[in-house]
Structure formats: C-alpha cells, structure tokens
C-alpha cells in the first residue's frame, strides 16, 4: 500500500491510496461513514450493533407475523 505524508499536522493520502479510496466510493461504499466508525470506541461499536440486531429481529418477527 501507498505511503502516507504529513501535511499541516494531518495525514494526506498519496495518489495510490486515493486511487483506491475513489474506486471505493465509485463502487458504492459510505467512506464517511468508515471513517466514523474508527473514530469510535469498541463499546459504542458494540451497542450501535446490538440495537442493529435488535431491530434486524423485530423486523423479521413481523414478517412472519
């Protein structure tokens, strides 16, 4: 993979790694979202997938309901 550079205080991509980054949102993937979510700690990980989960269930029960 592409190596990263510094650039007042952040970290830029370098064109390889924005070749990729591109392909990934042309593709149809929430980059900002991923971004996000590595910004979060494991527990808030772990609720925001529980409640996910829960309401994945709540909706299939009332499918077939």
């Not at 650039?7 to 929430?30: L, P």
Request: net charge positive; charged share 35%; glycine share 6%.
């Amino acid at each position: 993979m592409a190596a990263t550079r510094k650039q007042q205080g952040k970290t830029m991509e370098t064109s390889g790694q924005a070749d990729e980054v591109r392909a990934a949102i042309d593709y149809g993937i929430d980059i900002e979202m991923l971004i996000d979510n590595i910004k979060r700690d494991p527990g808030e990980l772990i609720r925001r997938h529980q409640t996910a989960l829960n309401t994945a269930e709540k909706l299939r029960e009332a499918k077939y309901k």
